[in-house]
């Protein structure tokens, strides 16, 4: 989670965008220390990832996480259903933004086709 709010939140410590906490789970406990203000942040940030406002190295920053067979909902929990909870937004999110990244160059594509039928009609 710190990773994908990195550069997106100002408490959370960074260096060249990427996280720089010795201290990981000090800093979370900070973040959700306001449970309604962790849950606005969590909220607010599909519309950054869909304004292109998330680097994509966040997203590169969490994939070895993502891989390990033991980070699933179910099994995160298991120890504790708020941190499932948490587990399944960070991964739904991500899935979310694997399909606004490959979807973007199509829409793109569509922008300029449309652009030019536009001009061609112009022409007429």
């Known amino acids: 989670m710190l990773h994908l709010l990195c550069s997106i939140h100002k408490d959370i ?4 965008g990427k996280l720089n906490a010795p201290d990981t789970w000090k800093v979370a406990l900070s973040l959700m220390s306001n449970p ?15 304004d292109e406002k998330v680097p994509a190295k966040n997203f590169a920053a969490i994939r070895d996480t993502l891989a390990k067979e033991d980070f699933n909902p179910e099994s995160i929990a298991k120890k504790s259903g708020a941190a499932g909870g948490l587990c399944d937004w ?5 899935a979310y933004y694997d399909v606004v990244v490959s979807v973007e160059p199509l829409r793109q594509s569509v922008r300029e086709g449309n652009e030019r039928l536009d ?3 112009i022409k007429k």
């Not at 960070?90 to 991500?94: A, H, L, P, V």
């Open 90 to 94: 960070i991964c739904n999110i991500t």
């Open 119 to 121: 001009a061609a009609n």
């Open 36 to 50: 309604q203000a962790f849950l606005d942040e969590l909220m607010a940030f599909k519309p950054k990832v869909d």
């Open 13 to 16: 410590p960074q260096k060249g």
